[in-house]
């Protein structure tokens, strides 16, 4: 059965510390892996996916296949990043997304 | 650009009614639509996917009879929530992608309250 796991419900980081969010798939095949944000009282928008490897607003995602983990990272979180996060594969053949139950993160000044 | 919109944005019926959320797709061709249900505090859940010309795909546990789907133009997919119960109240989110993408662009949702 395809599952993903965010194990961190909620993160607490201070301002300028670094940041890390943990993901793990268990898929069958190869998905397509993408992180997703949610601001405060914003819609759901696409943070970073795997395909592209770009490093959006200084988040990035390292894809390990062997450990099948998708774990999103900032060197430097700022007050801003505070946010709702998805990660969230997606199989080739059906374009659906799965959702992880998502991990709340506060930065503090 | 890739702007979904969703309409209405909240809405209260009584049980027993049914409610209709339309899902737009403003500045592309939506190839394919998905519509989510999320509760307080939880993750999305896929209800269905909807291609256009053709029949909605539920997942496992979604009643088709329940929630209606309808995607009849490349811009445009509704949701019909039929005789609609108080355990109906949630929040429904629509997405869109075109062909081509693996990207979904995401409605701002509706917030369903069934009295």
């Known amino acids: 059965a395809q599952r993903v796991t965010q194990p961190e419900k909620l993160l607490s980081v201070f301002k300028g510390a670094p940041v890390e969010l943990k993901c793990n798939y268990s898929?069958?095949?190869?998905?397509?892996l993408f992180w997703y944000v949610q601001y405060s009282r914003q819609r759901l928008q696409l943070l970073l996916r795997?395909?592209s490897r770009e490093s959006i607003k200084g988040f990035t995602a390292d894809l390990n296949k062997g450990e099948t983990s998708f774990h999103l990272k900032k060197p430097f979180a700022q007050e801003e990043d505070s946010a709702m996060y998805y990660c969230?594969?997606?199989?080739?053949?059906?374009?659906?997304?799965?959702f992880g139950a998502g991990t709340t993160v506060t930065v503090r000044a | 650009g890739a702007v979904v919109s969703q309409h209405p944005s909240r809405v209260i019926c009584k049980s027993g009614t049914s409610v209709k959320i339309e899902c737009r797709s403003l500045?592309?061709?939506?190839?394919?639509m998905f519509w989510y249900r999320q509760f307080p505090k939880q993750s999305l859940m896929l209800m269905a996917t909807?291609?256009?010309?053709?029949?909605?795909?539920?997942e496992q546990g979604v009643e088709k009879d329940k929630f209606l789907i309808n995607h009849a133009s490349l811009t445009l997919s509704t949701l019909t929530v039929t005789s609609a119960h108080p355990e109906d109240s949630s929040f429904y989110i629509c997405?869109?992608?075109?062909?081509?993408?693996?990207?979904?662009?995401f409605g701002p949702g509706t917030r369903l309250t069934v009295t």
């Open positions: 500045d592309f061709q939506a190839t394919t």
């Open positions: 909807s291609n256009e010309g053709s029949k909605a795909t539920y």
């Open positions: 898929y069958s095949g190869s998905p397509e």
């Open positions: 795997h395909i």
């Open positions: 969230a594969p997606s199989c080739s053949n059906d374009y659906k997304l799965s």
């Open positions: 997405s869109a992608r075109w062909r081509g993408t693996y990207e979904q662009y």
